[in-house]
């Protein structure tokens, strides 16, 4: 399955799997300083283990926090990618119920309470951004600037100075070879206008 969504917002999941407790908390984060800050925040000390995994594009980061090799974050991680999920870390934290589960049981009770977890979970699709910069006059920059919504841009910054305006804008791929034909008719030809990066 091709990684197309994330969360829409946080969500958790509690179950019971032979005595043990295990609460998956899954986040949207858009970055791995963002998934770690997740990761710090819902860990409960108290609990026997805080395992965890995140995907954010190509980089991935998993841990098995104390339980045997492979039994724990990769399972995580691989229900991650198979509910097609992107940008999102996981955390399911287990409370030692007194029995043990043996390697098999930890993969499905880890990856199950993850797999769970997300597939109940509220997605959003991830849309591909690109950055550009716009350089008018004043004369046709209220227009441009009632126009941008047709193309789902938002302003990230805004600049003035003698010649006109200077703005840094967000917006779905798609929609950029458009905004670049508005903001020729709009200007004349006289405006600039460059693609950045991805944002």
């Not at 126009?147 to 804008?169: I, N, P, S, T």
Request: charged share 25%; glycine share 10%.
């Amino acid at each position: 399955m091709t990684a197309s969504h994330t969360l829409e917002r946080p969500t958790s999941l509690l179950q019971e799997i032979r005595k043990s407790r295990f609460l998956a908390q899954a986040e949207p984060v858009d970055d791995a300083r963002g998934a770690l800050a997740v990761l710090a925040r819902v860990s409960d000390p108290l609990a026997t283990h805080n395992c965890w995994a995140y995907r954010i594009g190509q980089a991935y980061r998993f841990s098995d926090d104390g339980e045997p090799g492979g039994t724990a974050g990769r399972p995580i991680l691989q229900a991650i990618e198979g509910q097609g999920f992107d940008r999102v870390v996981v955390v399911v934290t287990r409370w030692y119920g007194g029995t043990k589960l043996g390697a098999g049981g930890l993969v499905r009770a880890y990856g199950g309470c993850a797999a769970e977890c997300l597939r109940t979970a509220p997605r959003v699709a991830l849309v591909d951004k690109a950055g550009v910069r716009v350089h008018c006059a004043f004369a046709p920059l209220q227009v441009l600037r009632a126009r941008l919504r047709e193309f789902a841009a938002e302003v990230v910054e805004e600049r003035f100075d003698g010649d006109g305006a200077d703005l840094v804008l967000s917006l779905p791929r798609e929609h950029v070879d458009a905004l670049a034909e508005i903001v020729r008719d709009l200007t004349r030809g006289r405006g600039r206008f460059e693609v950045l990066d991805a944002s």
